[in-house]
Nanobody, 123 residues
Framework: QLQLVESGGGAVQSGDSLRLTCTASGRSFDTYSMGWFRQAPSKEREFVAAITWSGSVTNYADSLQGRFTISRDNAKNTVFLQMNDLKPEDTAVYYC????????????????WGQGTQVFVSS
């Protein structure tokens, strides 16, 4: 079983940056592809970004590419989401997820989920 814990969320102003961290414990982290998803109030959970087990391939929601960057450090069992030029519409709970295959943007294909970290962006 893989446990995931997100951190780094908070309240920021429009235009600011945040880096979210997801720390994994349990089974071999470097065998999992990882994804970030978010859920805003009264909205469906949506895909943000994904990265393969090696970090060689990444995938982003079209609307976020250019502002958000996913990366990972397998030696430290962590995956990051760098978020730049944040906007009020980025306000959401951000979730880290792990899949034992390349699940990309399909949330149903991720087997392990963290509890989420709240990001609030004020205008």
């Amino acid at each position: 079983q893989l446990q995931l814990v997100e951190s780094g969320g908070g309240a920021v102003q429009s235009g600011d940056s945040l880096r979210l961290t997801c720390t994994a414990s349990g089974r071999s982290f470097d065998t999992y592809s990882m994804g970030w998803f978010r859920q805003a109030p009264s909205k469906e959970r949506e895909f943000v970004a994904a990265i393969t087990w090696s970090g060689s391939v990444t995938n982003y929601a079209d609307s976020l590419q250019g502002r958000f960057t996913i990366s990972r450090d397998n030696a430290k069992n962590t995956v990051f989401l760098q978020m730049n030029d944040l906007k009020p519409e980025d306000t959401a709970v951000y979730y880290c997820a792990a899949s034992d295959f390349w699940a990309k943007d399909s949330s149903k294909e991720y087997q392990h989920w963290g509890q989420g970290t709240q990001v609030f962006v004020s205008s």
